[in-house]
């Protein structure tokens, strides 16, 4: 099982251009993450797939749109990067229970390094 | 607002002893609790949880403590070890709401050194 990957591990952009960040589980997990991590804010969640074919806002989702491509793939798609984006992106997964209500704990992707010039 | 907070950046340890790290948090619907581990260049890592209707949790070397009048957790690592260096980050969660798809609420994290 490589769990969660993620695709780049660095990227350097100029302001304006967009990229994808990519974003895939074999874990067989129905809900999905994006964080994006700053020096002093801890991690803060951008968007989230509670399931296939769903997707939501999470604290700091401007700038940003996701895809859900299917159960094991969710991206993050940059269409116009800011150097306010230079950040550490880190995708997650989980599962929860039968009813729906209880989640476990996530499992991460070791991250994508994106700096905005 | 920073629902939930770290209030020490960093925190220095003789190996063998005792690391303690605190989080606080100010949503009282907060019924969920973990704390991660993570190494740089690296992605964080789960060690251990806590359910509101708890009050600790041991697992191995780790203990987290609940003091939900307080709104305030630890994590207890008995004993350091300098393999333990890391940051480590507390998070919360709403469970008990049927919207809350497992979104966690991190706090800015604690820079653990343990010394030899």
């Known amino acids: 099982n490589a769990g969660v990957t993620q695709t780049p591990k660095f990227q350097v952009l100029k302001t304006g251009q967009s990229m994808t960040l990519q974003c895939a589980q074999d874990m067989n997990h129905n809900s999905m993450y994006w964080y994006r991590q700053d020096p002093g804010m801890g991690l803060r969640l951008i968007y989230y797939s509670a399931s296939e074919g769903t997707t939501d806002k999470g604290e700091v989702p401007n700038g940003y749109n996701v895809s859900r491509l299917n159960k094991r793939e969710f991206s993050l798609r940059l269409e116009s990067a800011a150097p306010s984006q230079t950040s550490v992106y880190f995708c997650?997964?989980?599962?929860?229970?039968?009813?729906?209500?209880?989640?476990?704990?996530?499992?991460f992707g070791p991250g994508t390094r994106l700096t905005v010039t | 607002d920073q629902q939930v907070k770290q209030n020490s950046p960093s925190l220095s340890v003789q190996e063998g002893r005792i690391s303690i790290l605190n989080c606080d948090y100010t949503n009282s619907m907060f019924d969920y609790f973990l704390w991660y581990k993570k190494y740089p260049a690296e992605g964080p890592t789960f060690l251990i949880s806590?359910?509101?209707?708890?009050d600790k949790n041991e697992d191995g070397r780790f203990t987290v403590f609940l003091n939900k009048s307080a709104k305030h957790l630890s994590l207890h690592i008995v004993p350091s070890q300098p393999g333990d260096s890391a940051v480590y980050f507390c998070a919360a969660s709403v469970t008990l709401s049927g919207t809350s798809y497992g979104k966690l609420t991190f706090g800015q994290g604690t820079i653990l050194t343990v010394h030899p």
């Open positions: 806590i359910s509101s209707i708890k």
């Open positions: 997650a997964s989980t599962t929860n229970h039968g009813t729906g209500t209880f989640f476990y704990e996530q499992y």
